[in-house]
Nanobody, 121 residues
């Protein structure tokens, strides 16, 4: 099983992008998902996370009010809606998911390949 991300790209400041993350390859029951980002020369940081149980969410202060993380349980997909984007949001965004592999019954933590978001001023 692997995580597949999509939705990155180039956008002007003030614009919006929608990132998606979904498991592929075998059944995978997602328990918790986090979106991280890493800008050039900086450490990877947690942007937002969502838990399956109660749907509780966490956001880093710099994106509160602009980004929304949500789940589509039918499609087993997690969405990061990014609005009012700023140049400082430019980074490679990574999806990180923990959950149960349906084939092996093992609890796994997976990382996506990353998707580049570039916000021009």
């Amino acid at each position: 099983v692997q995580l597949v991300e999509s939705g990155g790209g180039l956008v002007q400041a003030g614009g919006s992008l929608r990132l998606s993350c979904a498991p592929s390859g075998s059944p995978f029951s997602i328990n918790v998902v986090g979106w991280y980002r890493q800008a050039p020369g900086k450490q990877r940081e947690l942007v937002a996370s969502i838990h399956n149980g109660g749907g509780s969410t966490i956001y880093t202060d710099s994106v509160k009010g602009r980004f929304t993380i949500s789940r589509d349980n039918v499609k087993n997909t997690v969405i990061l809606q990014m609005n009012s984007l700023k140049p400082e949001d430019t980074a490679v965004y990574y999806c990180n998911a923990a959950g149960l592999d349906g084939l092996t019954d093992k609890y796994l933590e997976l990382w996506g390949q990353g998707t580049l978001v570039t916000v021009s001023s």
